[in-house]
């Protein structure tokens, strides 16, 4: 029987950032079930640091697994930090859309992130992913490009204080711009997961009709 009711939403899909371990996202996760939710939590392999393209073909995949589970046809995706940018190229250069219902990018570089061109510098230049998260990579590019698909409500949720992902950094065409209630410079980017208001305002955007 498919869940698509009403009373009965969809199970979440999380995708989890660069470089923090999956039990970040688990935990997360079980502050969104708290709000009524199933959730399944997602790691890319290498902590994050792997090929975009790569990690974005594994949440394909993993999404496919959670609908012959739980019986639906589409999921609710969220994308924490790099996992946002993730999810979007997921939505709109994979064919995606048509499995997901809501995305929202927590904190995520959609757009590219400045930061990321501290990959001229070894180690990071050894890591494809921030690499491909400056605003001149071929991979956002190809993003840009890619038209949004009409048939996702998209929303992009950034903080004040965010030194990650300001927001030219997390705002892209095609996505609403939602302003967490919390932040506070330097660590914006990281209430952004801790701040309880700020996990219940994710929640109310997957509740939305």
């Known amino acids: 029987m498919k869940r698509e009711h009403h009373n009965d939403p969809l199970p979440v899909v999380i995708i989890n950032g660069l470089g923090a371990p999956h039990l970040a996202a688990r935990m997360y996760g079980l502050m969104v ?3 009524g939710f199933s959730v399944t939590t997602l790691a890319p392999s290498l902590l994050g640091g792997g090929d975009i393209r790569a990690a974005a073909r594994e949440v394909g995949r993993h999404i496919e697994q ?3 589970e739980q019986g639906t046809s589409q999921v609710n995706l969220v994308g924490m930090s790099l996992g946002g940018l993730i999810g979007l190229y997921y ?3 994979l064919g995606g859309a048509k499995n997901v219902a809501r995305f929202v990018s927590i904190g995520g570089p959609l757009n590219g992130a400045q930061i990321a061109y501290l990959s001229a510098v070894p180690p990071l230049s050894w890591v494809p992913a921030v690499r491909q998260s400056r605003p001149d990579s071929d991979l956002i ?3 840009r ?3 949004a698909p009409d048939e996702v409500a998209m929303f992009s949720v950034g903080t004040r204080g965010d030194i990650i992902t300001p927001p030219a950094s997390r705002n892209t065409n ?3 711009e939602i302003d967490a209630p919390v932040g506070v410079f330097p660590i914006g980017h990281w209430c952004l997961f801790l701040a309880p208001q700020n996990i219940r305002a994710v929640a109310d955007l997957l ?3």
Do not use: F, T, Y
Request: charge should be positive.
């Open 33 to 35: 079930a708290r709000e």
């Open 66 to 68: 959670v609908k012959r």
């Open 91 to 93: 939505l709109k250069c």
């Open 141 to 143: 590019d190809e993003l």
């Open 145 to 147: 490009q890619a038209p």
């Open 174 to 176: 095609g996505i609403v």
């Open 207 to 209: 509740k939305s009709p």
